[in-house]
Antibody
């Protein structure tokens, strides 16, 4: 079954770190890049960036540099999003979504999404 | 403030049709970048509805259609059903920002 399975909800204190996983199955992992999208409570979708599943090279969107780290473990076809020095405003659902690697970025579409991981930051 | 502008909400009776606009600029929709549309049912992840401006994944019914002209794109839904109540987002690439951008989302209500 073609799917992206994300890790479960997390409750963290301000200043802590969290690592969200996104495990791909049912397709050739390296044929698609993995994007990360944030959705704050009651808000819209915000693109955070992507990671090349062949090279492991991450690209962070503006506003998601520094504390937001994308990584891979290709041996288990899993992508990760780590957020450090958590702040209350990081409270959101984080989605991973794949896009076809063979297309230039202006032609991307996100055809498969994970179910999302709720990260709550609260003291 | 989203780079792509969508109406906050649209509504219609069952069986009727709605259109959702997505207004951009020369650096995104108007730059020949492809537009895609996503449906987000309450409490679920977004789902791809339209890609490459007007193409549907095989599992999406032909009640859903997409079009693009100049710096705007439009999603159409015909034969509206209660199951279509959801938030709908447009997305594309912005060359000036070098970023994927989304509209603010449109809530569809079936009266």
């Amino acid at each position: 079954q073609v799917q992206l399975v994300q890790s479960g909800s997390e409750l963290e204190k301000p200043g802590a770190s969290v690592k969200v996983s996104c495990k791909a199955s049912g397709y050739t992992f390296t044929n698609y890049v993995i994007n990360w999208v944030r959705q704050a409570p009651g808000q819209g979708l915000e693109w955070m960036g992507w990671i090349n599943t062949n090279t492991g090279n991450p690209t962070n969107a503006r506003g998601f540099t520094g504390r937001f780290v994308f990584s891979l473990d290709t041996s288990v076809t899993t992508a990760y999003l780590q957020i450090t020095s958590l702040k209350a405003e990081d409270t959101a659902v984080y989605y991973c979504a794949r896009a076809p690697k063979w297309l230039p970025t202006p032609y991307w579409h996100f055809d498969l999404w994970g179910r999302g991981t709720l990260v709550t930051v609260s003291s | 403030q989203s780079v792509l502008t969508q109406p906050p909400s649209v509504s219609a009776a069952p069986g009727q049709q709605v259109t959702i606009s997505c207004s951009g600029s020369d650096s995104n929709i108007g730059n020949d970048n492809y537009v895609s549309w996503y449906q987000q049912l309450p409490g679920t992840a977004p789902k791809l509805l339209i890609y490459d401006n007007n193409k549907r994944p095989s599992e999406i019914p032909d009640r859903f259609s997409g079009s693009k002209s100049g710096t705007s794109a439009t999603l159409g839904i015909t034969g509206l059903q209660t199951g279509d109540e959801a938030d709908y987002y447009c997305g594309t690439w912005d060359n000036s920002l070098s970023a994927r951008v989304f509209g603010g989302g449109t809530k569809v209500t079936v009266l």
